[in-house]
């Protein structure tokens, strides 16, 4: 079992969690582009091997969300940020 920090109530099971996936790039930058990158920017992730960084929510506890860097291949948990 992975064993997550939360930043608000510190370490607890992955079970309590729930990711929603990588960060991308702020919508304001495809506004103006095509429907094709618009369509790409909501419904394509890169699904890339090494470290990417995702949305977390402790949605069995504080219901805090906040962003995690990990390493999608080794699962191995870099740092936390709370500025989400």
């Known amino acids: 079992m992975l064993l997550i920090h939360c930043p608000w109530c510190g370490v ?3 079970s309590e969690f729930r990711c929603t996936g990588q960060v991308k790039p702020p919508r304001s930058e495809f506004v ?3 429907d094709e990158a618009w369509l790409e ?3 394509q992730a ?6 990417l960084e995702e949305y977390w929510c402790h ?3 504080c219901g805090q969300w906040f962003k995690l860097r ?3 291949t080794t699962h191995e ?3 936390g ?3 989400s």
């Open 32 to 34: 103006h582009k095509s």
């Open 41 to 43: 920017y909501l419904y």
């Open 70 to 72: 990990r390493d999608t």
């Open 59 to 61: 949605e069995k506890g």
């Open 12 to 14: 607890r099971a992955e």
């Open 77 to 79: 948990i870099m740092d």
């Open 46 to 51: 890169d699904n890339r091997r090494g470290i």
């Open 81 to 83: 940020d709370t500025d």
